[in-house]
């Protein structure tokens, strides 16, 4: 089975860097996608890991480690709009042909200022 | 307008009645989904179709049901609700080869 986990919550300044981590345990890995979902709206896509390394994309960076089983996603130049709830998903390799991603339960961003 | 759009987007019913979540799309992809969403739960996977004649379930299936009656339509349906299927329900979609989703904007659905 899978087991994805993440902080539920997180608080942090406005301009500031935060790290989210997210660890998990699957049977067959094949990618790890994070996304950011507004309150009462629906959840964008942020970020796609399914190598080692680190992804940059302007303000976000995610980083993987399948040895370890954790990824983690990188805010810079934190800014209000970034409060948000972060939602870790992983693809497992016996369901990439579905594209079934299982989700964490997320973890809740506060930006302060 | 949304590339994935879900009807209705609230409702308050009452338990033991029948209730039906509308989903179509514009994006022309072959994959529907739909989850769940309770607070503190994360997303949890109802149903998802490759295409119209395939249907499997989820994590969570029991007490749901759904069609695909086209390509752009996948709909559920809750045949007697009951308080405990109080979320908000996303509609997804994605291309067969790659696993990014694309959600709807979900329904909230009460159940007294």
């Known amino acids: 089975g899978q087991n994805i986990d993440q902080p539920t919550e997180m608080t942090a300044t406005e301009g500031a860097i935060v790290q989210i981590n997210c660890t998990y345990q699957?049977?067959?890995?094949?990618?790890l996608f994070w996304y950011q979902q507004h309150a009462g709206e629906a959840p964008t896509f942020l970020s796609y890991?399914?190598?080692?390394g680190l992804e940059e994309k302007g303000r976000f960076s995610s980083f993987l480690s399948r040895s370890k089983g954790y990824s983690y996603l990188l805010l810079k130049e934190l800014q209000m709009k970034d409060s948000a709830s972060y939602l870790c998903?992983?693809?497992?390799?016996?369901?990439?042909?579905?594209?079934?991603?299982?989700f964490g339960q997320g973890t809740t961003l506060q930006v302060k200022p | 307008d949304a590339d994935v759009t879900q009807t209705p987007r609230n409702r308050i019913t009452k338990t033991g009645k029948r209730i039906m979540l509308e989903c179509s799309q514009t994006?022309?992809?072959?994959?529907m989904y739909w989850y769940r969403q309770d607070p503190g739960l994360g997303l949890q996977l109802i149903y998802y179709?490759?295409?119209?004649?395939?249907?499997n379930k989820g994590e969570i299936s029991d007490g749901y049901s759904v069609s695909r009656q086209a390509q752009a339509k996948f709909s559920l349906s809750l045949e007697s609700a009951i308080p405990n299927q109080t979320a908000l329900y996303f509609c997804?979609?994605?291309?067969?080869?790659?696993?990014?989703?694309?959600f709807g904007e979900g329904s909230r659905l009460t159940v007294l």
């Open positions: 997804a979609t994605s291309v067969s080869n790659t696993g990014e989703l694309f």
């Open positions: 699957t049977s067959g890995f094949n990618g």
């Open positions: 890991n399914v190598l080692d």
């Open positions: 998903a992983v693809r497992d390799y016996g369901s990439s042909n579905t594209g079934k991603l299982i």
């Open positions: 994006k022309g992809h072959d994959r």
């Open positions: 179709s490759f295409d119209v004649k395939d249907i």
